[in-house]
């Protein structure tokens, strides 16, 4: 039965702060849940409900700032967003987004640029790419820094794709993607994270590695998963990717919300009389 609007699961009495409580729960068969936050509210909410783990990734792009993909999204912009959720949910692992332009050009611009993220309150900083960034995972690992590694549909290289399409669709391409996921890991990355992949390729990748994976349109087979706060609580405007679901009609009460204060305004029904 669908819990009832409002009602919040209780946070658990768990470690999900530290990087070796998910080292734990992958070795224990425990599954986390994580979702994208962007601001103090919103991750203090989800903190409040017992997720696990929050990004703050450059999808802000799309779902806060209207643009069409995540390319336009800066550093400062997502060290902004960092030290807002990082505050508003300070019990559960905080992992930040390294956005288009500011780790491609080597190791050490990632370096810099992962240190402004850890600065602001990151616990683990995600990067997208395959076997091209084994250099960069490790370089960034022996230097303190957690990464977690991005496979399959990684969205900053959407216009060479041709679009948001599904990855690992052919024998090829899957072998192709279990051995970045290998490198990757064996590189330092301390978490993997695979997006629209077939459901077995996740599962077989998760065997793989050591570390623990988190999926998104990866299937069940994966350590957690992930899902956009806005495609959960149905504040997407436009397209919302065929593995989300939506577990609230957030637009329709919102514009309902809104409605009713403006009618109450029309109608000199608010502010009550003082």
């Known amino acids: 039965m669908d819990k009832p609007v409002g009602q ?9 702060k ?19 936050a962007y601001d103090y509210p919103f991750a203090r909410l989800a903190q409040e409900a017992g997720i696990d783990g929050i990004l703050i990734g450059d999808s802000l792009g799309m779902t806060v700032q209207g643009e069409r993909d995540t390319l336009r999204v800066s550093l400062d912009q997502i060290v902004y ?4 959720v990082a505050r508003g949910a300070p019990d559960c692992l905080i992992m930040a987004d390294l956005p288009f332009g500011s780790f491609e050009a080597g190791p050490a611009q990632a370096f810099a640029s992962a240190a402004e993220l850890l600065k602001a309150g990151a616990d683990v900083i995600k990067l997208e790419g395959g076997a091209a960034m084994v250099e960069t995972v490790g370089f960034l690992s022996a230097r303190a820094v957690p990464v977690c590694a991005h496979i ?30 290998v490198a990757l890991a064996e590189a330092g990355a301390r978490m993997v994270l695979m997006e629209a992949i ?29 899902l956009v706060l806005h495609d959960v ?13 939506t577990y609230l009609d957030g ?6 919300a809104i409605g009713h204060y403006a009618e109450e305004v029309r109608a000199r029904a608010f502010p009550p009389e003082s």
């Open 18 to 36: 530290s990087i070796a409580s998910w080292d734990r729960a992958k070795r224990d068969g425990e599954i986390r849940a994580l979702i994208t």
């Open 152 to 181: 399959g549909l990684t969205p900053q290289h959407v216009r060479q794709f041709g679009g948001f399409k599904r990855q690992g669709k052919t024998e090829d391409a899957a072998a192709r993607l279990i051995l970045d996921a």
């Open 81 to 84: 967003h960092t030290g807002l």
């Open 198 to 226: 077939p459901t077995p390729l996740g599962a077989e990748i998760t065997r793989r590695v050591a570390v623990p994976t988190i999926g998104i349109g990866a299937g069940g087979g994966t350590d957690a998963q992930i």
């Open 251 to 256: 637009a329709g009460l919102v514009r309902g």
């Open 233 to 245: 609580l149905g504040l997407t405007g436009g397209y919302v990717p065929g593995f989300a679901r």
């Open 8 to 16: 919040v699961t209780p946070a658990r009495k768990t470690d999900r």
